[in-house]
Every structure is written in structure tokens, then in C-alpha cells.
């Protein structure tokens, strides 16, 4: 499957976060508590959301993902915490609370694609992002966002999609490739 890697303006945007690190291993069960209390938090608010629940994940090394085996995969993933912001964006500002911190985020310039599968394979994806970045001299920064467009509780694994937004270092020219 050839994914559609390109970049684009992302739009600015107001949301409420909780900032974590956890394993690898434990971030669905982080996800699935953080989520529900945001969402509640945003409705006690009087706010709305705007878009699908996301996480930035903090801290990448793109290099190291990239020439990353198997093996030191499941190492890194068994003795690592990610540092992690789970979020929800809304379509007003809304104030946080506890743990739950109100961000505005800025109008990023990201490489962009769907990760479409089991979120068990989204590191083949970031890694194809990574060789197309340096193929086309785009540097990316040391983050990502995902934004988790469908319910992985609500659909068959094959069809969970996830966007995934790396902004770029530099912000150079909007251009798309596809690579398989």
C-alpha cells in the first residue's frame, strides 16, 4: 500500500492536555483513562470539541526510530517512558483544570499522511516518513501528533486510520510525494 506523504499548513488550534510519560506498552490504557476525563472536562466546561483526540508524543529521535530492529524495539518499548501530551482540540478556548492544561498551539508547517492498519505497524509508517524527509531534504521536528480519526474500540483493525503530523524545522515549500 503506497501511502500519500506530503506538506501542508496545519491550522492553529486551542485544546486541553494532560502531560504523562508512560511505556509503550501501558499507552493504550494511559489513553483510554485520559481521554473520558478531558472529554468530561471539556463538556463541564461548556466548550465543544473540535476534531479527533490526539497525542503528541514528545522527544524523537528519528534516526534512532528509523535504524531500530526489532529487538531494541521491544527492549525500548518494554523499559522506556514516553513523554506524552494527550489532547483534545476545541473549537473555543476553554479553561483547564487539574491536571488538565489549556494550550494553544501555533500554525505549524507538517509533513503529513494516514497511517491505515493496526496501530501495531504505525512504526513502518514513521519510518517511510522518515526516508521520504531526508530523500527530500525536509527536517522534521523532534515530535509527532496523532490524530486518532476513528474509534480502534468501534472498527476492524484494517480500517483504524491515524493521522500523523510531524512539523517540519524550517518550513520549507508545500510539495507531495507517494511512496510505496
Known amino acids: 500500500m503506497s501511502l500519500d506523504i506530503r506538506i501542508e499548513q496545519q491550522p492553529p488550534l486551542h485544546a486541553l492536555e494532560i502531560a504523562t510519560n508512560a511505556p509503550m506498552w501501558k499507552i493504550p490504557k494511559v489513553l483510554g483513562d485520559a481521554f473520558p476525563r478531558i472529554d468530561k472536562h471539556i463538556i463541564a466546561q461548556g466548550g465543544t470539541r473540535a476534531g479527533a483526540p490526539y497525542v503528541r508524543y514528545m522527544d524523537i529521535d528519528w534516526q534512532q526510530m528509523r535504524h531500530c530492529g526489532p529487538l531494541r524495539m521491544l527492549w525500548l518499548m518494554l523499559t522506556s517512558k514516553q513523554p506524552m501530551r494527550i489532547g483534545m482540540a476545541v473549537e473555543t478556548p476553554v479553561e483547564g483544570g487539574g491536571e488538565i492544561e489549556a494550550v494553544a498551539i501555533e500554525s505549524l508547517t507538517c509533513v503529513n499522511t494516514i497511517h491505515r492498519g493496526p496501530y501495531q505497524k504505525v512504526g513502518d509508517t ?23 480519526i476513528n474509534d480502534p474500540t468501534t472498527v476492524a483493525k484494517e480500517d483504524i486510520e491515524t493521522l500523523i503530523l510531524i512539523p517540519v524545522v524550517g518550513s520549507p515549500a508545500s510539495t507531495e510525494d507517494r511512496v510505496g
Open 126 to 148: 514513521y519510518k517511510k516518513i522518515v526516508d521520504w524527509a531526508e530523500a527530500n531534504d525536509v527536517k522534521l521536528a523532534n515530535y509527532t501528533m496523532e490524530n486518532y
